[in-house]
């Protein structure tokens, strides 16, 4: 525990780049998709155009993007301030853990792909997690 305390700050700013990477899915959705779920779930139908080419695709996944890429500028932010770290670990920790539930409960066909995100995600909620139970504030 002492070892994720003492390095809370730098778990914190490392895992936040990883999370802005999701930045992508805002600026090239399709790239942003392939990156995390992989080419099988860009599918054309018989006219040659894909679910991506509908304007409310678009806006779900850019702002999935942006959503997440925030986590990470928050997680990037609470590394440098201290006195932000407990709400931004809290909100982290609960997004990444819905994101690896979804995939793992239906998103089965695209764990092949995603897997590496899964497993980081897991790793950084465990740490995240330990640190939180380490240091609840006394007024809870």
Same mark, same amino acid.
């Given at each position: 525990?002492?070892?994720?305390?003492?390095?809370?700050?730098?778990?914190? *700013?490392?895992? @936040?780049?990883?999370?802005? +990477?999701?930045? /992508?899915? &805002? $600026?090239?959705?399709?790239?942003?998709?392939?990156?995390?779920?992989?080419?099988?779930?860009?599918?054309?139908?018989?006219?040659?155009?894909?679910?991506?080419?509908?304007?409310?695709?678009?806006?779900?996944?850019?702002?999935?993007?942006?959503?997440?890429?925030?986590?990470?500028?928050?997680? *990037?932010?609470? @590394?440098?301030?201290?006195? +932000?770290?407990? /709400?931004? &670990? $809290?909100?982290?920790?609960?997004?990444?853990?819905?994101?690896?539930?979804?995939?793992?409960?239906?998103?089965?066909?695209?764990?092949?792909?995603?897997?590496?995100?899964?497993?980081?995600?897991?790793?950084?909620?465990?740490?995240?997690?330990?640190?939180?139970?380490?240091?609840?504030?006394?007024?809870?």
């Amino acid at each position: 525990m002492k070892l994720i305390n003492t390095q809370i700050k730098w778990i914190m *700013i490392l895992s @936040g780049l990883f999370t802005c +990477s999701m930045f /992508l899915a &805002l $600026v090239a959705p399709t790239a942003g998709l392939e990156m995390l779920f992989g080419d099988s779930l860009i599918q054309t139908n018989a006219i040659g155009s894909s679910i991506l080419d509908e304007a409310f695709a678009q806006i779900v996944i850019r702002n999935w993007g942006a959503l997440i890429g925030m986590v990470g500028l928050l997680l *990037i932010h609470g @590394g440098f301030k201290a006195h +932000s770290r407990y /709400l931004i &670990l $809290v909100i982290a920790a609960v997004s990444k853990s819905v994101f690896i539930a979804l995939n793992l409960i239906i998103g089965s066909e695209y764990l092949s792909t995603s897997i590496t995100a899964i497993v980081l995600d897991s790793v950084v909620v465990l740490l995240y997690v330990l640190y939180l139970f380490d240091n609840r504030p006394s007024s809870l």
